[in-house]
C-alpha cells in the first residue's frame, strides 16, 4: 500500500511504499524556483557541502569519473544499528532542450569496475574488516523547465537494503532519501531575495519555519525551535532584507 508522506514544504507530494526484507520505493515531486542549469548542477554533483551537510551520510565521495556524464559515487548511510554502503554509476542524459534525466544505479563490481584488482582488494579488505554490508539504491530525477526559473522535479528512489532490515527502518530510509530531494527546493528557496519572492515560494518558506509544519516536526524542544528560526532568518536572502528593514522581526 502506498503511504502519503507529510513533508515540510506545501509545494511537495511524497508517497513510498515499504515491500518488507530490506526493500521499498517512493517518489516526490515539486516545483522550485531555480534556473534550469543550477537546478541540474545542485543534484549532478554528488560530492556538494550541501548534501554532505543535509543528508548525514558517514561518507559521501566521487570515486571515478568514467566518461563526461557518467561517474561512480559511493555513500554510506546508518539505517537503524546497521551501516551500509551504496555503490552507484551515475549518469546524465539530456532528454531534449527542457528536459534531463539524472540516473543512478548499482555497480556490478566485476563488470562495470575499471580498479586495479590490487585496489579492489584493498577496499573490499575495508569493508569486511569494518562490517559494512553492500545496499542497492536505484534513483532517477527527472527536471523539466515548465518557464523561465520554473523547474518541476520527480525524484524516484528504490532500495534494497537487506532482508535483515525492519520495515520502520526500511520506512525511515525512504524518507531520508526522499528528504535530499526537497532539500532542493529548500537551498533554492532561501536563494531568493525579497523583491523575487513569490507567493508558492513565501508558503514554502514559511513552512519551514513554523512549528507544526516546518523541518523539526514538532520532535525539537521551544529553544531550539527558536534557533531553528535564527537560522532560517539567517540563511534566507529575502529575510535578511526584511530584518534589515525592521530589525524588530
Known amino acids: 500500500v502506498m503511504e502519503k508522506v507529510e513533508g515540510a514544504f506545501p509545494l511537495s507530494d511524497t508517497w513510498l511504499k515499504v515491500e518488507g526484507q530490506g526493500k521499498g520505493w517512493g517518489k516526490t515531486t515539486f516545483v522550485m524556483e531555480a534556473s534550469f542549469l543550477e537546478a541540474v548542477a545542485f543534484f549532478w554533483n554528488f560530492d556538494s557541502r550541501a548534501h554532505h551537510d543535509t543528508t548525514g551520510d558517514i561518507e559521501r565521495v566521487e570515486e571515478e569519473q568514467k566518461r563526461e556524464w557518467e561517474k561512480i559515487v559511493r555513500r554510506k548511510q546508518r539505517f537503524g544499528k546497521k551501516v551500509r554502503e551504496l555503490t552507484n554509476v551515475m549518469k546524465l542524459h539530456k532528454i531534449n532542450k527542457n528536459t534531463i534525466v539524472i540516473t543512478m544505479e548499482p555497480v556490478k563490481e566485476s563488470k562495470e569496475r575499471t580498479a586495479a584488482p590490487a585496489q579492489i582488494h584493498a577496499r573490499n579488505s575495508t569493508r569486511n574488516s569494518s562490517k559494512v554490508k553492500e545496499a542497492e539504491e536505484n534513483v532517477q530525477i527527472t527536471l523539466k523547465k515548465n518557464v523561465e526559473k520554473e523547474i518541476k522535479v520527480e525524484f524516484v528512489t528504490r532500495l534494497n537494503l537487506g532482508n535483515k532490515i525492519s520495515n520502520d527502518v526500511t520506512r525511515n530510509a525512504l524518507k531520508k532519501h ?11 528557496t532561501i536563494l531568493i531575495t ?9 508558503e514554502a518558506l514559511g513552512a519551514d519555519m513554523v512549528w507544526d509544519g516546518g523541518q523539526l516536526g514538532r ?3 521551544r529553544k531550539d525551535w527558536e ?4 537560522m532560517v532568518c539567517k540563511e534566507s536572502s529575502a529575510l535578511r532584507e526584511v530584518v534589515k528593514k525592521y530589525p524588530w522581526f
Open 194 to 202: 525579497l523583491d523575487e519572492m513569490t507567493k508558492e515560494a513565501g
Open 227 to 230: 534557533r531553528h528560526m535564527e
Open 219 to 221: 520532535q525539537e524542544s
Open 178 to 188: 526522499l528528504d535530499e530531494a526537497a532539500e532542493a527546493e529548500r537551498y533554492f
